[in-house]
T-cell receptor
Framework: GENVEQHPSTLSVQEGDSAVIKCTYSDSASNYFPWYKQELGKRPQLIIDIRSNVGEKKDQRIAVTLNKTAKHFSLHITETQPEDSAVYFCAARASSYKLIFGSGTRLLVRP | DAGVIQSPRHEVTEMGQEVTLRCKPISGHDYLFWYRQTMMRGLELLIYFNNNVPIDDSGMPEDRFSAKMPNASFSTLKIQPSEPRDSAVYFC???????????FGPGTRLLVL
C-alpha cells in the first residue's frame, strides 16, 4: 500500500525567512497530493493541493512542487509570519480514493 | 454551509464503557472518512464509506471498533469496550464524488481512564 514519509518533523525559522517541507510517496499510481495545516486544537485544513499532471502550483506565499520521477513533493512557504506556525501534513492519494498522510511537520516561526 | 459536524466534542469515559462518536457530513457529499489522530501514530484512516457503504475498513484497529452509516447524513463510530489506548482525537471528514478536497470536522477528543 501507499506510504508517505515527511521531513523534517520540526522546523524553526525566523519570521520573513522561507520554510520547506518535503514528502516522498511509494505508490507510483498516486495522482493527488494535498497539504493540510493544523493549528493547535483545531481540525486539519487544506491549504494547497496539486495533481500529478502539474509540476508546480502557487498561491500567494505558498507553493507546492511535484517530481513524479523521484516520487517526491514539497511545500514552500515564503516570507513566513508567526501565524504560519502550525503542524503541516502532506498526503497522497492513489486510485483507492483514500488519503495517506505523512507524519507531520511542526513549524515554528520566531518573531 | 455548516461544514462537517461531530459530536460530542469531548468525551471522558472509563475503561470498559461503550463510546459512540457521531458525524454529519456536508450535505451532498458522497464520501465519509473516519480518522484517528495521536502523537505516536499521527493521522490514521480507520474506515471510509461511499454512498453509505463501507468501502475500506482495513484501518479499524480491532473488533472493538465498529462504524455505521445508516443514511447519507449520519455516521457513527463505536468503541466497545473502550480501553485507555483508544484515547485520541477522532476526526470525521467528507468529500464530494468527483471532487478532490476532504473537509474535516472539528474532531472528538476522547479520553479513556
Amino acid at each position: 500500500g501507499e506510504n508517505v514519509e515527511q521531513h523534517p518533523s520540526t522546523l524553526s525559522v525566523q519570521e520573513g525567512d522561507s520554510a520547506v517541507i518535503k514528502c516522498t510517496y511509494s505508490d507510483s499510481a498516486s495522482n493527488y497530493f494535498p497539504w493540510y495545516k493544523q493549528e493547535l486544537g483545531k481540525r486539519p485544513q487544506l491549504i494547497i493541493d496539486i495533481r500529478s499532471n502539474v509540476g508546480e502550483k502557487k498561491d500567494q506565499r505558498i507553493a507546492v512542487t511535484l517530481n513524479k520521477t523521484a516520487k517526491h513533493f514539497s511545500l514552500h512557504i515564503t516570507e513566513t509570519q508567526p501565524e504560519d506556525s502550525a503542524v503541516y501534513f502532506c498526503a497522497a492519494r492513489a486510485s483507492s480514493y483514500k488519503l495517506i498522510f505523512g507524519s507531520g511537520t511542526r513549524l515554528l516561526v520566531r518573531p | 454551509d455548516a461544514g462537517v459536524i461531530q459530536s460530542p466534542r469531548h468525551e471522558v469515559t472509563e475503561m470498559g464503557q461503550e463510546v459512540t462518536l457521531r458525524c454529519k457530513p456536508i450535505s451532498g457529499h458522497d464520501y465519509l472518512f473516519w480518522y484517528r489522530q495521536t502523537m505516536m501514530r499521527g493521522l490514521e484512516l480507520l474506515i471510509y464509506f461511499n454512498n453509505n457503504v463501507p468501502i475500506d475498513d482495513s484501518g479499524m484497529p480491532e473488533d472493538r471498533f465498529s462504524a455505521k452509516m445508516p443514511n447519507a447524513s449520519f455516521s457513527t463510530l463505536k468503541i466497545q469496550p473502550s480501553e485507555p489506548r483508544d484515547s485520541a482525537v477522532y476526526f470525521c471528514a467528507s468529500r464530494l464524488a468527483g471532487g478532490e478536497t476532504q473537509y474535516f470536522g472539528p474532531g472528538t477528543r476522547l479520553l479513556v481512564l
